[in-house]
């Protein structure tokens, strides 16, 4: 019978070894004990083989899985790359599953086993704190989890599944499931019931291919202690589903270099919620840092909060270098009463203790759209002295009247290269907006304004393009209290209303070189295209270089500053069809120049047709007069000399003036007429 095994069905024969049996492993008559299954046969993966362990110095202490202990021999296997919990007697819902699990975790890393794997279904009773022992992870040793873990209805206040503290280079990764208990949890005030709660001290840890799903609190927790230092780096969340949990998908209040990418994110507090119920949510606790954050390549889908949060609100807390980007946020259902907008972030107005900086909103789709009155009011809400925020690229697609980005107290923002099928305003500054440039945008349905601003400041809009209008749309409106605002190179076509209007105190304000093509499609008396109106203080403001085309109806006043205003130029504007006054100031503004605007009446054309077109007269100044070289031999006749040469120099720069006049009126009129494309 040498080489030979004895074959036990279960552990508990194995277990029940008689004496003659042990005798026989001992005199070598078999090679060892070949067990077909734990509780029954066939409830491993596959039979293993254990062999009898060295007398001296002792077999050492039953584990439960690679040791057992029987009549003071031990019979030992030894696994190689991975080890299944199942041989430990994780399987199903017996009591100590927890236990044995954890068990099977150690055995892995004192034997330099890098794989832990759950490959059938188990449920499993937790401790009442999420520092207990829930699943302890190890360092260089990841779960590979392809059934599901399932934990009992508790009523603990916090939980945590898995837990990863101080552990370096592990992770959980494979086909399968984490399910808390969200919707008959007993603690009704629980929040804290985690997924999974990687804390202070880890670091290269990464959670791929798996669903954390109805737990509590978050599906996936990454924080630590309320201190300075300790944070986790190194944190890869990849291709996992994170659905239907209580409080927030993911949340960050600690940690460094952390990515978040091609997972979906949904449904967070739609059974069962506490607040804010967000996707993700970076939220620093008192004295905690989150740096250098990346969010890409996922999809958020009908979370009751936001689906992206960076809040900033504790003391001595710091948010900075987050990028979010190529990501898909869809909401289909209402969200909860307390959210803003889809996106938001923030920090505490005006607090340097509490800093929020360096954020980056890149390449997202975001779309809101169903039937009923939209809870939030914005796509993203950026306000509380957030500095340094770049939002370019995105889409933005609803059927409601919602504003596309909105801003409150935040320093350096760029908007650039966005696309919006429809948006009330685009972007909306309620007030102490310092530092924004919103250029290269389109908006194809505009029911607002492009650009709205309050009491703010260093303001560039330029490049942008409005396709049409619904409502009593305008590219910039209610400019107030605002200075260095230069609006130029913008592109409007159908606007209801008027490009540009303020009503209050402007400064530095230069609007120029702007296209406003068949403004006033209301056919109403509306207020004038461009409006420069304000209080006494108002100053420096530039009307240059703009086109207005009017459609066929004479109601509207093409450009008109009002009372109160100083050092005001209008001029080398093009205005083209008709108007009830092409360029005016009401009496006792200060308009400085108010000459040299082009004015073309409407050139009807028949499509197909290439017209003549209409003559455009030269200048009428004539050519200065030759100037003699200077005889002068005294001061004053110096003097009278340099006098005429300033005179000619003058004649000279208002003649190009009415030439470049006469050459722009030609490029319009062959234009209108179909002579130039």
């Known amino acids: 019978m040498a080489n ?9 024969a194995m277990q029940g070894i008689s004496a003659i049996e042990i005798t026989a ?16 046969k066939g409830d491993t993966p596959a039979p293993i083989k254990y062999y009898l362990a060295a007398a001296t110095p002792g077999p050492g202490a039953d584990d439960g899985g690679s040791l057992i202990v029987v009549s003071g021999i031990g019979l030992i296997h030894e696994f190689c790359d991975r080890v299944d919990v199942s041989y430990f007697g994780a399987i199903g819902g017996v009591v100590d599953c927890l236990e044995r699990i954890n068990r099977a975790i150690v055995y892995a890393q004192n034997n330099n086993v890098k794989i832990v794997e759950v490959s059938q279904d188990v449920l499993l009773s937790l401790p009442a704190s999420y520092y207990g022992p829930g699943i302890l992870m190890k ?10 873990i399932a934990i009992r209805t508790n009523n603990n206040d916090r939980y945590a599944i898995i837990l990863f503290s101080e552990v370096v280079d592990s992770g959980v990764f494979g086909r399968g499931r984490i399910t808390g208990d969200n919707a008959t949890h007993i603690e009704t005030s629980s929040e804290w019931g985690h997924g999974i709660n990687i804390v202070d001290g880890c670091s290269d840890i990464s959670i791929q291919d798996i669903t954390i799903e109805n737990c509590c609190g978050d599906g996936i927790c990454i924080g630590g202690a309320e201190t300075a230092d300790g944070g986790s780096i190194n944190i890869s969340v990849e291709h996992v589903i ?28 739609v059974i069962k919620g506490k607040f804010p119920m967000d996707g993700i949510d970076i939220e620093p606790n008192k004295n905690n840092s989150v740096l250098n954050v990346n969010i890409y390549d996922n999809t958020f889908l009908n979370n009751v909060g936001h689906d992206f949060e960076s809040n900033c609100m504790r003391t001595n807390t ?86 596309s980005i909105k801003l409150d107290t935040v320093f350096d923002v760029v908007v650039g290269s966005n696309f919006s099928w429809r948006s009330f305003h685009f972007v909306l500054c309620q007030t102490e907006v310092q530092g924004l440039t919103v250029h290269a945008n389109t908006v194809d349905t505009l029911m607002h304004a492009m650009v709205s601003a309050g009491n703010s400041s260093k303001i560039k809009v330029y490049s942008n393009t409005i396709n049409k209008q619904i409502g009593t749309s305008v590219m910039a409106y209610n400019y107030s209290n605002c200075s260095d605002l230069f609006i130029y190179n913008n592109n409007s076509t159908n606007l209801s209303m008027g490009f540009f209007s303020n009503s209050g105190m402007l400064s530095n304000c230069i609007i120029k070189g702007n296209v406003i093509n068949n403004f006033n499609t209301s056919g109403k008396t509306n207020g004038p295209c461009i409006y420069v109106t304000g209080v006494s203080a108002s100053a420096n403001i530039v009307v240059e270089d703009n086109t207005i085309l009017q459609t066929a109806n004479a109601l ?30 009401e009496v006792g503004a ?24 209409a003559a455009v007269g ?12 200077s005889v002068a031999d005294t001061l004053p006749k110096i003097v009278t000399d340099l006098n005429t040469l300033i005179g000619k120099y003058n004649e000279l720069r208002s003649l190009t003036s009415e030439v470049r006049g006469s050459l722009n009126a030609k490029l319009v009129a062959d234009r209108a007429s179909g002579q130039q494309a």
């Open 556 to 585: 509207s006043i093409g450009i008109r500053a009002s009372l109160s205003l100083s050092e005001t130029y209008i001029k080398n504007n093009m205005l083209i069809g008709q108007f009830a006054q092409r360029v005016s100031n």
């Open 242 to 269: 994170v659905d239907n949990n209580g409080r927030q998908g993911i949340t960050v209040t600690k940690g460094s270099n952390i990515s978040i990418s091609k997972s979906r994110i949904s449904n967070t507090g």
């Open 590 to 613: 200060a308009v400085k120049v108010l000459d040299q605007n082009i004015i073309l009446e409407a050139n009807n054309t028949v499509p197909g047709l290439v017209k003549k077109s």
């Open 618 to 629: 030269g200048s009428a100044s004539p050519l200065p007069n030759a100037v003699t070289d």
């Open 318 to 403: 710091m948010i900075e270098n987050v990028n979010f980007y190529n990501n898909t946020i869809q909401v289909t259902k209402q969200k909860s009463a307390t959210v803003s907008a889809l996106i938001k972030v923030n920090a505490e107005r005006l607090k340097d203790d509490m800093i929020t900086k360096n954020i980056s909103i890149k390449n997202n789709q975001l779309v809101y759209e169903f039937d009923g009155v939209p809870q939030i009011t914005a796509f993203i809400y950026c306000y509380g002295s957030a500095k340094v925020i770049d939002i370019s690229s995105n889409t933005f697609k609803t059927n409601l009247d919602i504003t």
């Open 25 to 40: 492993l001992q005199n070598g008559t078999y090679e060892g004990v070949e067990l077909l299954g734990y509780y029954e």
């Open 139 to 148: 360092s260089h040793v990841y779960l590979e989890l392809n059934a599901t």
């Open 4 to 12: 030979q095994f004895l074959v036990k069905e279960t552990l508990a």
